[in-house]
């Protein structure tokens, strides 16, 4: 099984920044995509930025050009460095991971319970 644990958020001001990390941990044999995912109260989930294995990076219109997404191998661990923050991205931010447990077994995804990020105005 794989864990995957947030940390980070917190109440900032309008034009703030904050910084996000996720850490997978368990049995893991290789880590493969890693996203961030967002929902605030009464919307669909929605993908904030996502980044493959190899380095390949997306983002979400509305974060482009603000939020930065980059990974670190060796811990396991993805980063959202979030500047220029609005009222308009306040939700639970929730980390998503496809990882092989073990050799020849599919990919499976995990969840992390999510972090509140709260900008105000």
């Known amino acids: 099984q794989v864990q995957v644990v947030e940390s980070g958020g917190g109440l900032v001001q309008a034009g703030g920044s904050l910084r996000l990390s996720c850490a997978a941990s368990?049995?893991?044999?290789?880590?493969?995509?890693m996203e961030w995912c967002r929902q605030a109260p009464g919307k669909e989930r929605q993908l904030v930025a996502r980044?493959?294995?190899?380095?390949?990076?997306t983002y979400s219109d509305s974060v482009t050009g603000r939020f930065t997404i980059s990974r670190d191998n060796t811990n396991n661990a993805v980063i959202l460095q979030m500047n220029g923050l609005k009222p308009e991205d306040t939700a639970v931010y929730l980390c998503h991971v496809w990882a092989n447990s073990a050799p020849f077994r599919p990919q499976a995804d995990y969840w992390g319970q999510g972090t509140q990020v709260t900008v105000s105005s």
């Open positions: 368990g049995s893991i044999f290789r880590l493969n995509t």
């Open positions: 980044i493959t294995s190899d380095g390949r990076i």
